[in-house]
């Protein structure tokens, strides 16, 4: 089980760090990725690390400004410089295997999520 922790609500510009611990289990040995659902939309790919932490991507609307990273227990997205379009739901997720990966169909296990809403 994963759980996230850390949203809230906060100014154009602000930063947030995001925190997602597993329960029950450990997921060290597997790929992470952070998701988010804005309203009304599709959930869509934020970031990505693989099992030791080498291979890294973001979504384009983030790059630069969000760092994702992993300790041995806990992922995590330092967002920075956030944007009102920043505004959604996040979800950490551990895919089926060892690599990181973009595509939701990798992943098996999803947290709950935790809301994070940008104010302009």
């Known amino acids: 089980q994963l759980v996230e922790s850390g949203g809230g609500l906060v100014k154009t510009g602000d930063s947030l760090r995001l925190a997602c611990a597993a329960s029950?289990?450990?997921?060290?040995?597997?790929?992470l990725g952070w998701f988010r659902q804005a309203p009304g939309k599709d959930r869509e790919f934020v970031a990505t690390?693989?099992?030791?932490?080498?291979s890294i991507y973001y979504a384009e609307s983030v790059q630069g400004r969000f760092t994702i990273s992993r300790d041995e227990n806990t992922l995590y997205l330092q967002m920075n410089s956030l944007k009102a379009d920043d505004t959604a739901v996040y979800y950490c997720?551990?895919?089926?295997?060892?690599?990181?990966?973009?595509?939701?169909?990798?992943?098996?296990?999803w947290g709950q999520g935790t809301q994070v809403t940008v104010s302009s």
């Open positions: 029950g289990r450990t997921f060290k040995r597997y790929g």
């Open positions: 690390v693989d099992w030791i932490g080498s």
């Open positions: 997720a551990a895919a089926g295997g060892r690599d990181s990966a973009t595509s939701q169909s990798a992943y098996i296990h």
